[in-house]
């Protein structure tokens, strides 16, 4: 059975949202960290921007791993994440309140 080079290639972007920081990193298929930074969570009042934020700081690591073509998904962890509807939901260590579209936040960012 032969593998093909892209799905060998591919990356994944893993994001790990806190109460007091975010972690994020692009990892290869093997879960080998290549790239990896952090940002503060809490001095966000608005998840707008800690959504610009994290993009601001994730897309110099995607570049530096071969550009966007290179990332096959992005995983995200965070309290009272909903896997079901890829909402947070009344997080009670996260600034923001309420029920909050975090993958769809990501995506369009």
Do not use: C
Request: net charge negative.
């Amino acid at each position: 059975m032969s593998t093909s080079t892209s799905t060998l290639d591919s990356l994944a972007i893993g994001i790990d949202i806190g109460g007091t920081g975010t972690k994020f990193g692009i990892v290869d298929r093997l879960g080998n960290v290549l790239f990896s930074s952090e940002i503060s969570t809490k001095k966000h009042t608005e998840i707008e921007t800690f959504i610009a934020d994290l993009q601001q700081n994730l897309a110099p690591l995607i570049e530096k791993a071969g550009g966007i073509g290179r990332i096959k998904g992005i995983g995200v962890g965070a309290p009272n994440g909903n896997y079901y509807t890829g909402t947070v939901e009344y997080a009670p260590n996260l600034p923001w309140k309420g029920i909050l579209p975090m993958a769809k936040l990501v995506q369009d960012e």
